[in-house]
């Protein structure tokens, strides 16, 4: 569903301006006569209001942008007033159908200016408006995060209609991430009060979108019977040639499509075409095009498929160009037109990495781990107001109960009043034990989801360590390689100078010549061609060689991509170590040609065979080697001081302690300073640039390291260096 609800936004903007009988000529006289300066923009504003009453959105549009010249300078939102900022936040959703990057500088400048001069409920307008375009604009990470800013400033507030509206939206959002779940609970809840939003198309809206989500869950009949309730408001309300009344005629005629009833669902595709919605237009050509495509008839999809991908470009909704594009491919490839198929591939390729992208996913889980930490603070907050709340009851009691007991002759009324009292008391106290165990449930599950996050984005650092595995053994493998290519190619032009060699001798042996002389240049001849044989021979002998050495690398590669069995076995640790240091190495050279440093190995002979999981430790040696590399030769890292004159140099010992063996990891680096030497392990704490890193490394290695029944240890100082010493039991 991608239908705005400008309207309500923008009336916020003009009502309260003008009366609604002001007809448009009239407001042109004004706007013309006046010379006042607010006189001819409220003129602009209500002309631009009255047009898109009438859904004449080119018209609104139009006029709208020449609001914007009354407005005060945008680069200074400070100089806007409260009246400003309504205008600027109705603008930002009717730009919505012209221009979304506008769109998304106006409701930024208006949540900009409502901060500066501390207007609430601006900010709430704004951050709801700007929400809505990211939306539109296929972000929503930020979408998101502007909506629960307008939810959390609306309860402050309590602006019951923002709120309502706000959770709709964000119910919205869910639903085109594909969390329905999550979509139908905030859409529910915006409507537990409709008449908040009564006479708004919220209601339709929220119900067409309901409607959706059920039909991902392939519930038909409760999709069929939400869509039917938002079709008879859109009619009621009088919003029979809107984008909201397209909206939801698409939405039926998806439901009715899933239903294999194809007759309607064409019936109410084109109905909606007849609207002649700008935003939708590419919505609806796309599901024409999606039925018959079902149907078969593969000419009339690929116009209509066409159609959606060129209108759905002119209005910047990128999750239906993705959409549209990737339609084309699947068509043009069962046309046989490879070409343009995966051209259209590339396109779908290109928009889902844009839209989401790991680090699209990334921000949208941090976002949703703020909101259960927000939530969870609320809760708390309620908490302690609650127990500040009984507490001033029960001061009231006793002091009520020190006035009756002052009069004498009602001490037997007294006492039976304070029996009455305890009675209730047990039953406060019973309902409130009641409502501390529900409170610490709910708190318990909002901890889980945060661990549920936490553990996801320790996989994804878990992915990032593989990826460099993967590009240090690339980096070995090119080298033998290159060998075979470069001595193939020079056999074959020994081989090609030997059969010269002996067109030249044939050619010789038909001329007449001496005796002597044919015999001397054959014998020149057959030196010449032993030589080069020998040469062929080496060159053959290399090609094994380094083929050999490729094959071993290979194979090397696809021990390590092998997913861990999770057993711990004998492992030599000394082999181990040497094998992950040199893949650090090469991995960072890999990422970085000119990334350079050394490092130097003392193994103890002597060190038994450890019973570990290899790849587990293998990740933590890889990730405290890669940090000893970076903090040696990238002497810019946060919090620390440079040093000079020295070679990066990284060390990496192990040693039999008896019971125990020890590996130590040590770099020539500046050191870590006190001030965060206590942190290192904390989970999301680093050092590195923002996107460098998440912080998680360290954290993993010691939570593997202590799995394993050992510990690591830190020993540093400022300009001296670190080591970190690993310790693993012998016999577990």
Known sequence: MHFSIFICIFLISGAALFGQNSNVDSLRSVFNE?????????????????????????????????????LP??????????????????LGSLYQFYNLDSAIILSTKALEGSRIIRFRKGEAWASKSLGENYRLNG??????????????ISKEIFDLDNENQTKIYIGITYNMLGEYRTGLDYLFEGLVNKRAIFYTPMIPFA???????????????????????????????GYNNSPLHSDVLIGLGKVYAKMGENEK???????????????????????????????????????????????????????????????????????????????????????????????????????????????FENLQREERAEQERKALTNKIWVFSLLAVLTVVFLIALILLRNNRQKQKANVLLHAQKEEINLQREKAEKTLIELKSTQAQLIQSEKMASLGQLTAGIAHEIQNPLNFVNNFSEVSSELILEIQDARARRQDASLKIQEPRAENQKSTDGEELEDEILEDIKQNIEKINHHGKRADSIVKGMLEHSRASSGEEVPTDINALSDEYLRLSYHGLRAKDKDFNADYITDFDPNLPKVNVVPQEIGRVLLNIIN????????????????????????????????????????????GIP?????????????????????????????????????EIRLETKDGEGSIFRIHIPINK
């Open 139 to 152: 972000d929503y990470p930020l979408a998101l995060e502007n909506f629960l800013n307008a939810l959390h």
């Open 674 to 710: 006190d001030s965060i030497k206590d942190k290192i392990f904390q989970p999301f704490f680093t050092t590195k640039p923002t996107g460098k890193g998440t912080g998680l490394g360290l954290s993993l290695s010691y939570d593997i390291v202590k799995a394993h029944g050992g």
């Open 207 to 237: 119900y067409s979108n309901i409607g959706d989500a059920y039909l991902n869950f392939n519930m038909l009949d409760s999709s069929l019977y939400f869509q039917e309730k938002a079709l008879f408001l859109t009619d009621s309300l």
């Open 627 to 670: 940090n000893a590399f970076q903090a040696c030769a990238q002497k810019d890292l946060s919090g620390f001081q440079n040093l000079t004159g020295l070679n990066p140099l990284v060390t990496v010992t192990t040693k039999n302690l008896g019971d125990k063996i020890e590996i130590s990891i040590k770099d020539n680096g500046p």
């Open 34 to 70: 006046s010379k006042d300066f607010h006189t001819k923009r409220d003129a602009l504003v209500k002309i631009s209001e009255i047009f898109v009453d009438r859904f004449e959105l080119d018209s609104a549009i139009w006029y709208s942008r020449k609001v914007v010249g009354f």
């Open 73 to 90: 300078n945008l680069s200074d939102p400070g100089s806007l007033d409260s009246l400003d900022i309504k205008i600027l936040v109705g």
């Open 265 to 375: 669902a064409m019936g109410y595709y084109k109905e909606a075409v007849k609207i002649g919605d700008y935003l939708n237009q590419g919505v609806i050509q796309y599901w024409l095009a999606d039925l018959f495509h079902n149907l078969g008839q593969q000419d009339s999809s690929l116009h209509y498929t066409r159609l959606s991908y060129n209108n759905n470009k002119h209005s910047f909704q990128k999750t239906w160009i993705m959409d549209a594009s990737r339609l084309l491919s699947k068509l043009y490839t069962e046309l046989g037109m490879i070409d343009s198929a995966f051209l259209y591939q590339g396109i779908t390729l290109a928009y889902r990495d844009s839209l989401y992208s790991p680090e699209n996913y990334k921000n949208l889980q941090l976002t949703a781990v703020k909101e259960q930490q927000l939530q």
